[in-house]
Antibody, heavy 118, light 110 residues
Framework: QITLKESGPTLVKPTQTLTLTCTLSGFSITNSGVGVGWIRQPPGKALQWLGIIYWNDDVRYTPSLKTRLTITKDSSTNQVVLIMTDVGPVDTATYYC??????????WGQGTTVSVSS | QSVLTQPPSASGTPGQKVTISCSGSSSHVGSAYVFWFQQLPGTAPKLLISRQNQRASGVPDRFSGSKSGTSVSLAISGLRSEDEGDYYCAAWDDGLSGWVFGGGTKLTVL
């Protein structure tokens, strides 16, 4: 059974760096064709794709946040990490990591809620 | 502002059929990679439909997807109270190499 679980701080101060970890279970990030994406949802708002990392280390980011995002993977721990620099109140959201196969985001983590406030 | 356009709300009574539309450019909704997600209150989105009309594993056949012109639709037949929640469409964008989403439709079961 494929599961993903996000973890990280619930509160971050403006201008700080946010680091979120997605722990994978039931599959390996090194499996051919697999991707792990990050999607966020501000309170009461729609979903927004942030980026995705693939089994072959290819990484793509949404253009509007590209300069602030880094996604990495650790095959030894089967984790994917999202780093977002210089956060602000607009980055307050629930952050989801998702399993992707053949461009299909088929399994989502439960999400982790992050508030940006001083 | 979302790339894909959905009505903000929809409603129906138990047993009825409800349809939610999603429109966008031909490069998005015309793609084979169009998805529908259900987000029940306080939970993560769940994949309902992939590739425009393929039900995800465990999704009842009350849910179906279709495409017509430059829009796709999600139909829910035999509406139940537990269907109440938010529904999102999404599509793979080759230019972005990522997903674009609709703004979501809040479904109310009256």
């Amino acid at each position: 059974q494929i599961t993903l679980k996000e973890s990280g701080p619930t509160l971050v101060k403006p201008t700080q760096t946010l680091t979120l970890t997605c722990t994978l279970s039931g599959f390996s990030i090194t499996n051919s064709g697999v991707g792990v994406g990050w999607i966020r949802q501000p309170p009461g708002k729609a979903l927004q794709w942030l980026g995705i990392i693939y089994w072959n280390d290819d990484v793509r980011y949404t253009p509007s946040l590209k300069t602030r995002l880094t996604i990495t993977k650790d095959s030894s721990t089967n984790q994917v990490v999202l780093i977002m620099t210089d956060v602000g109140p607009v980055d307050t959201a629930t952050y989801y990591c998702v399993h992707s196969l053949f461009r299909t985001p088929d399994v989502w983590g439960q999400g982790t809620t992050v508030s940006v406030s001083s | 502002q979302s790339v894909l356009t959905q009505p903000p709300s929809a409603s129906g009574t138990p047993g009825q059929k409800v349809t939610i539309s999603c429109s966008g450019s031909s490069s998005h909704v015309g793609s084979a990679y169009v998805f529908w997600f259900q987000q029940l209150p306080g939970t993560a989105p769940k994949l309902l439909i992939s590739r425009q009309n393929q039900r995800a594993s465990g999704v009842p056949d009350r849910f179906s997807g279709s495409k017509s012109g430059t829009s796709v639709s999600l139909a829910i037949s035999g509406l139940r109270s537990e269907d109440e929640g938010d529904y999102y469409c999404a599509a793979w964008d080759d230019g972005l190499s990522g997903w674009v989403f609709g703004g979501g439709t809040k479904l109310t079961v009256l």
